[in-house]
């Protein structure tokens, strides 16, 4: 789906999110209140450039408009791979960003992500894996790694990785494995206003992906874990 049919579906005519170049930015007027919106658009690589510019966006909601929602617009292919962005601290501009997220969360804003087209590895773990809580829309493609880049990173050979991505969503990509290892709370159909009201009332304010899941049957052991270590 492209960010203006998003939009329109979202909010109507209600709104003033722009884009400049991959980089989208505005506010909504939603329910009576508004919300800041902020994302990226055309699968667009997170560079020091994007990353800085999402933080500021952030940062200026929570120093100018106390308490107010914060929407993610998810569609990225993961992080800029270029030399220049690496010598410029890529690194430390996503964690930035990562950082501002979960400082607006700390202040009282809700912060919803929602991947509306693609999502993978860094550029979407520095924003809506951060969030409140986050979102797809059921056409969305989420990965972290592709089966190929895996087997080499892991030394385990494709058709193996395969076979294991059948019956654990840990090793396959796509989003209803997200939705079963809890990484995204559910997919958003039919209203997609519903939704987003829905999303805003009643996201958890806590770190709820662990718990979900293991109830999903997607992650089993991770909720187990962490709860040892706490008690050790």
């Known amino acids: 789906m492209q960010w203006t049919t998003l939009a329109e579906q979202l909010f109507g005519t209600h709104h003033t999110v722009r884009a400049d170049g991959d980089f989208l930015s505005g506010t909504a007027d939603f329910d009576g209140a508004t919300i800041a919106v902020v994302g990226s658009t ?9 990353a800085l510019q999402q933080a500021r966006v952030v940062l200026d909601t929570i120093a100018q408009h106390p308490g107010r929602a914060i929407l993610l617009f998810v569609d ?4 800029q791979l270029r030399r220049r962005d690496e010598l410029l601290g890529i690194n430390r501009a996503m964690a930035h960003l ?37 979102y797809a829309l059921p056409q969305a493609e989420i990965r972290v790694m592709r089966i190929p880049a895996m ?24 989003v209803q494995n997200y939705v079963a290892m809890g990484g995204v709370r559910a997919l958003w159909t039919g209203d997609l206003r519903a939704c987003l009201r829905d999303a805003l ?32």
Request: charged share 20%; hydrophobic share 40%; net charge positive.
């Open 151 to 174: 087997a080499r990173v892991t030394k385990i050979s494709e058709a193996r990785l395969t076979e294991l991505s059948k019956a654990n969503p840990v090793f396959a990509p796509g």
């Open 42 to 50: 055309n699968h667009a690589p997170v560079g020091v450039a994007m």
């Open 76 to 79: 990225t292919q993961g992080q």
């Open 201 to 232: 009332l009643n996201s958890p304010t806590v770190d709820e992906r662990a718990h979900d899941g293991a109830v999903r049957g997607g992650r089993r052991l991770a909720e187990a874990v962490a709860q040892r270590v706490l008690a050790a």
């Open 98 to 134: 990562g950082c501002c997220i979960d400082l607006a969360r700390k202040r009282g804003h809700r912060v919803i992500g929602l991947v509306y087209d693609q999502a993978l590895s860094g550029g979407f773990i520095t924003s809506g894996l951060i969030a409140d809580a986050c």
